[in-house]
């Protein structure tokens, strides 16, 4: 049982431990590593040490301990009960001293650390990049991992505190997350430069539906929440498929190739509209929009890096209520 390891009593610095010996936390960190890594050579590499020191910190722990830790033998090394108890407790320890490591890199208004998202591919709002670009100035150590994803994929790993912050496109604001809309996107349909219809003016919504679309994975396979579905089938597009990609710069190369039409963010294709090579329906009748939200889960505690992004993106999203977000 858990009582009977006395750690307290272990922990007791009252009596100096003797010379050459180590420490009590130093041996608490070796057998962490030792579970952690699943061998005591592993330890040894992790730690930069011998294996013969590994051994004999693991010895002494448990002699200290009075109860075996490891199981160990030519073939066979897993952790007794004893072993099981004590490794969650240190790795609640580690976890511990990794915040507070985290926090004591603050210096004034600078931070160090990593800061991941996820967003969907194409995401062109404004106050995203303006969020990335403060966070950036304010604490210039800060490295950035982003990924792309579908916004089903997004709304999920939030929601499972996977990822902490993530852009994706949806209908309504996810229930149970905090969703801040940095974008009401208006959409066109688009064709290429090598396709025959490029250029046309006089085209109606009745001549694309038989015309070779090109789609994202992610509302194809309707893993998405995403109002691109709705759209697309709203006007029964997408029946004759000739291409897909989860990432927005393959589809606009499939769509300038010619393989065949496809809805995009007006805004995100601006540079090639004006290069010639992308070409917008003219077509009156309909109206696409689709509305881009930052979504968080208020059930997540955030490292400072994430508590200092969601300031920011706070602060930008705030300053905006007033402002037109479309584009």
């Excluded at 858990?2 to 041996?27: H, T, Y």
């Excluded at 991992?145 to 990822?163: E, F, G, L, P, T």
């Excluded at 219809?197 to 929440?225: K, M, W």
């Excluded at 109206?287 to 992004?309: I, K, R």
Aim: aromatic fraction near 8%; hydrophobic fraction near 40%; charged fraction near 25%.
């Amino acid at each position: 049982m858990a009582s009977d390891i006395n750690l307290q009593k272990f922990l007791d610095e009252s009596v100096p431990p003797q010379r050459g010996r180590l420490s009590n936390w130093g041996m608490l960190r070796t057998f962490h590593y030792i579970a952690s890594e699943g061998s005591l050579t592993g330890a040894a590499r992790a730690l930069s040490i011998s294996q013969p020191s590994v051994s004999a910190a693991l010895q002494r722990l448990e002699d200290v301990l009075d109860h075996q830790l490891i199981e160990r033998g030519k073939r066979r090394f897993a952790l007794t009960t004893h072993g099981q108890i004590l490794y969650t407790e240190t790795s609640r320890m580690f976890r511990a001293v990794q915040r507070a490591e985290e926090r004591l890199r603050i210096e004034g208004s600078s931070l160090t650390g990593q800061l991941r998202l996820q967003t969907v591919t194409g995401n062109g709002s404004e106050l995203f990049d303006e969020s990335l670009r403060l966070m950036h100035q304010r604490h210039p150590a800060i490295c950035f991992d982003i990924d792309v994803a579908s916004s089903h994929k997004i709304v999920r790993n939030v929601a499972d505190q996977i990822v902490p912050f993530g852009a994706c496109l949806m209908v309504r604001p996810a229930p149970g997350l905090d969703c801040r809309l940095i974008l009401r996107a208006e959409y066109g349909i688009f064709c290429g430069l090598e396709h025959p219809l490029f250029g046309r003016e006089d085209i109606t919504l009745a001549d694309l539906r038989d015309e070779s679309y090109v789609g994202f994975a992610c509302t194809i396979e309707g893993d998405a929440p995403e109002p691109l579905i709705t759209m697309r089938n709203s006007y029964g597009l997408g029946q004759n498929l000739r291409g897909t990609s989860p990432n927005f710069a393959e589809v606009c190369r499939m769509l300038v190739a010619g393989l065949g039409i496809s809805i995009l963010p007006i805004a995100t294709v601006r540079n090639k509209i004006r290069d010639d090579l992308l070409w917008q329906f003219p077509l009156d009748e309909i109206e696409l929009s689709a509305d881009l939200y930052f979504v968080s889960n208020p059930n997540t505690q955030y490292s400072p890096v994430e508590t200092a992004f969601l300031k920011i993106m706070e602060e930008v999203t705030e300053g905006a209520k007033d402002r037109i977000i479309a584009v």
